[in-house]
């Protein structure tokens, strides 16, 4: 009996799928398929449909889907010029200013778009997100009360959120939560490189130094049930958390904490989620989402070995616009002249490819010598199907890094979630000689030598 070998792939993601429910053809069957993940179905019906408003909005979901933001972004302009009254394409711009932290120019589109057809439940959780995101509580706790009401059971792990967000809400009650505390300019905070991964020490109501991944490529912060257990936390709520590996979700427990520190930053009242995984547990107390630090531009300067914190703009002409969806930070990129967008994941040991992007370069499990008996774990358990892939080169429009050899394996979870095509996720090896800079308000990336 063989061996496996396990690798380490530290992504977690809130829930962020396209769902609806049941219409009028076409519309009914382009819901249903977009719901399925159907995306060749969907095409095909779009081609066989009349043009109109409604379908050319519908198209735009498909290219946002498959990653094509502006594709979709040409359709859903159209879809408005051909008939303002089209909420499917309001919807989608929201979408697209989402993608770009525009939340404001969000929330309007979302709004509009429930204007025209109030009766949606989608239109109401995302214009929640961005009415949170614009610090409108208030606002943020009607849309996802509607949700639920209007709910039609299209996807039970969405539900499954907006429940969570909501007692959240009632937890906390009018208080402000995730609360950050720190000097105008903070001091670097010293980084652990091991295993491909890097760590910092995190100090939790007072107790510690815990042993914490810095993870780009985690919307959240989360503490493993041992900590959990150790610190004597209440829990408030249950959730979803999806990351790669086995079915790509897991139950999460949601708690309060009082204080997180790490340097000299402090976050007060930080609602975290919670992870049970024995292969990460025995490496790491618990995971940092730099997303928790998005008030400040954050550089993870792998060479010296820190992460540093500001307020100060950078405005230096090697900025690459990236895309966040669900505070998962997308990269426009290339593999060998393939294009995709690729997860800036400082929680991934190595790169990773998409089965798909595997396929489009003529590689797939018939492929002579590239099944591979090698897993890879992470929150959602152990993965299924690796390929082993020969010397790639993996560009963006300001670097270009070969890689001696790389993996494929399964994103089709972690793509349904975010509701647009993951074509891999940038690891270790293609960040580690970098200091990559995240402007979560630009929207933007650095990555520098």
Not at 268 to 283: K, N
């Amino acid at each position: 009996m063989s061996r496996r070998h396990l690798l380490v792939l530290v992504a977690l993601t809130s829930v962020l799928t396209v769902c609806a429910g049941p219409q009028v053809s076409p519309a009914s069957n382009l819901r249903n398929l977009l719901i399925k993940d159907d995306i060749p179905q969907a095409e095909e019906i779009l081609l066989r449909s009349p043009r109109s408003a409604e379908t050319v909005a519908y198209q735009g979901e498909v290219e946002f889907r498959k990653g094509n933001f502006e594709k979709a972004r040409s359709s859903y302009q159209s879809a408005i010029q051909m008939n303002e009254k089209t909420p499917r394409a309001h919807f989608g711009m929201g979408k697209l200013a989402m993608a770009k932290v525009k939340s404001k120019e969000a929330l309007a589109s979302f709004k509009r778009a429930i204007e025209l057809d109030p009766s949606e439940p989608l239109y109401h959780f995302f214009a929640s997100e961005a009415a949170d995101l614009e610090k409108k509580t208030a606002e943020s706790k009607k849309h996802l009360e509607e949700y639920v009401r209007l709910d039609r059971h299209d996807d039970e792990d969405r539900l499954t959120e907006a429940k969570a967000a909501l007692a959240l809400m009632a937890a906390f009650g009018n208080k402000d939560y995730a609360v950050v505390k720190a000097p105008d300019q903070p001091s670097p905070i010293p980084l652990r490189k091991a295993l491909n991964l890097i760590f910092a020490d995190v100090k939790i109501n007072g107790k510690g130094p815990y042993n914490f991944v810095v993870d780009t490529g985690a919307s959240q912060t989360a503490l493993s049930q041992k900590l959990a257990r150790d610190l004597g936390l209440k829990v408030i709520t249950t959730t979803v958390m999806h990351g790669v590996g086995g079915s790509g979700k897991v139950n999460s427990e949601i708690y309060r904490i009082e204080q997180l520190q790490v340097g000299d930053v402090s976050v007060a009242d930080l609602p975290v989620g919670t992870f049970d995984d024995p292969v990460i547990s025995q490496i790491a107390d618990g995971i940092i989402g730099t997303a928790m630090l998005a008030d400040f531009i954050v550089t993870i300067n792998y060479p010296d070995g820190r992460m540093e914190l500001t307020h100060k703009p950078i405005t230096t002409p090697d900025a690459i616009p990236i895309w966040c969806v669900s505070n998962m930070l997308l990269l426009p990129a290339d593999v060998n002249g393939k294009p995709g967008n690729f997860i800036v994941d400082t929680g991934a040991i190595t790169t990773v490819l998409s089965l798909g992007m595997a396929n489009l370069m003529g590689i797939n499990e018939k492929t002579p010598g590239a099944l591979v008996d090698l897993g890879i774990a992470g929150v959602g358990g152990a993965q299924g199907i690796t390929l082993m892939l020969p010397q790639l080169t993996l560009k963006t429009t300001r670097q270009s890094e070969t890689l001696n050899q790389a993996l494929a394996i399964d994103l089709k979870e972690i793509s349904r979630m975010l509701g647009t095509e993951v074509s891999g996720v940038a690891g270790f090896d293609f960040l580690k000689n970098y200091k990559l800079t995240l402007d979560y308000y630009k929207a933007e990336i650095h990555l520098t030598k």
